[in-house]
Each structure stands twice: as structure tokens, then as C-alpha cells.
């Protein structure tokens, strides 16, 4: 049981260019979650998803693309990527249902963006 | 977070003192007050949670209590180790969404603990 996993862990870049980030996880949760982690901003919620097809705005979604066509899987795409786009990035599942509230995190991309 | 306010942002203590750190939140409504905690280079995880009909929560050396009357909710590690050191976050429920089931973090608090 992988749980949920995020591809590629590292990956280097250069402005302008397109990047996409997978995240897939094996439990069926309802919800997926993208995070971004910078130093002196904490984690920012970039893009959040309550279902297939069903994508919503988090605090920073700017330069990000989603889609979410099947349950397991929510890439996070960088259009055009830019220097301030280089962090640590999270994926993130939770199931639906009331009192579950849990959030599991993959184990992160580091996105150097040059 | 949104509504939600950490303190302190740094946090030094010895090997085997008490660590408390503090969470003051806005919204009446909220039900459900989570602690996760990040080592360096890891990811969050879940370390604690308490909900609004409980005062207290335990578990070995970490416990969260709620004050639903002054707003604010505090995780408490007594006879703190070094395997404690970590990033520790009380994240809330967004509710800048329709369905208002996101988690905002904020920035954490930073404990260090020193042998």
C-alpha cells in the first residue's frame, strides 16, 4: 500500500518552461490538496479538489493549473514557471465523511526554478 | 492561518522542560482543533486532535486542551526530547470556499529542543 506518492521528488527547471507535478494515492479519499512550503511563508494552500472534476481556489492559486479527472490522481501544473515558484510543494489526501478529518501528506517535490 | 493565530514562532527549550505553544482562534463555530508537526526535510503529520465537546486530550507526553470561552487551544509536550524538535502547526478550516474543507497552516511554530 503506497498510500500517496508524489513525482518527480526533485526537479530543476528554467523560467518560462512548463512543470508538471504528480501526486496519486491509493486510499480513495474524496478531498486532494496542494501546498506550497517557503521559508517565512509556512504552508500556502495553492489548490484543493472535493471530487473528480471538482477543483477550487486555496490562498496563493496564481501561475498553477489543476485538473482532477480521476479520484487518485491531481497534478498541479506550472503554466510558465517562474523564480518565485521555486519551493517545496505537497500534495495532500483526506477522506470524506463526517468526523475524519485527518490530512495525509505525500512526501514532497522540491522545485528549484532557475 | 485565516483565523487562526499561533504563538510564539520560535520556541528554545532543555531536554526534559515543558513546551507549550498556543493557538487563538476567531470563529465560534469551529469544532475541531488539530496539532501536525513536521520534522526537517519530512513531511506534516498528525499528531493530535481535539474536538469541541472535549476540554483535554492525552497521549504519552503531548496533550491539547481546548478554551472554547477565551478562543484558543494549546499543545502541551512535557519532558521535551530532541526527537521533539520540529515545526508544529494548529491548522483550521478555510472557509473562503463553499465547501470549507481545506486546511490553512500558517507559518508554524519552530521548537528546538537542546540536550
Known amino acids: 500500500d503506497a498510500g500517496i506518492t508524489q513525482s518527480p521528488r526533485y526537479k530543476i527547471t528554467e523560467t518560462g518552461r512548463q512543470v508538471t507535478l504528480m501526486c496519486h494515492q491509493t486510499?480513495?479519499?474524496?478531498?486532494m490538496f496542494w501546498y506550497r512550503q517557503d521559508l517565512g511563508h509556512g504552508l500556502r494552500l495553492i489548490y484543493y479538489?472535493?471530487?473528480?472534476?471538482?477543483?477550487d481556489k486555496g490562498e496563493v492559486p496564481d501561475g498553477y493549473v489543476v485538473s482532477r479527472s480521476k479520484t487518485e490522481n491531481f497534478p498541479l501544473t506550472l503554466e510558465s514557471a517562474t523564480r518565485s515558484q521555486t519551493s517545496v510543494y505537497f500534495c495532500?489526501?483526506?477522506?470524506?465523511?463526517?468526523?475524519?478529518?485527518?490530512?495525509?501528506f505525500g512526501p514532497g517535490t522540491r522545485l528549484t526554478v532557475l | 492561518g485565516e483565523n487562526v493565530e499561533q504563538h510564539p514562532s520560535t520556541l528554545s527549550v532543555q531536554e526534559g522542560d515543558s513546551a507549550v505553544i498556543k493557538c487563538t482562534y476567531s470563529?465560534?463555530?469551529?469544532?475541531?482543533f488539530p496539532w501536525y508537526k513536521q520534522e526537517l526535510g519530512k513531511r506534516p503529520q498528525l499528531i493530535i486532535d481535539?474536538?469541541?465537546?472535549?476540554g483535554e486530550k492525552k497521549d504519552q507526553r503531548i496533550a491539547v486542551t481546548l478554551n472554547k470561552t477565551a478562543k484558543h487551544f494549546s499543545l502541551h509536550i512535557t519532558e521535551t526530547q530532541p526527537e521533539d524538535s520540529a515545526v508544529y502547526f494548529c491548522?483550521?478550516?478555510?472557509?473562503?470556499?463553499?465547501?470549507?474543507?481545506?486546511?490553512?497552516f500558517g507559518k508554524g511554530t519552530t521548537l528546538s529542543v537542546s540536550s
Open positions: 481535539i474536538r469541541s465537546n472535549v
Open positions: 479538489s472535493a471530487a473528480a472534476d471538482i477543483t
Open positions: 491548522p483550521e478550516r478555510s472557509h473562503r470556499n463553499q465547501a470549507g474543507t481545506a486546511l490553512i
Open positions: 495532500a489526501s483526506r477522506p470524506s465523511g463526517p468526523g475524519i478529518n485527518e490530512q495525509f
Open positions: 486510499w480513495s479519499h474524496s478531498y
Open positions: 470563529d465560534s463555530a469551529s469544532n475541531y
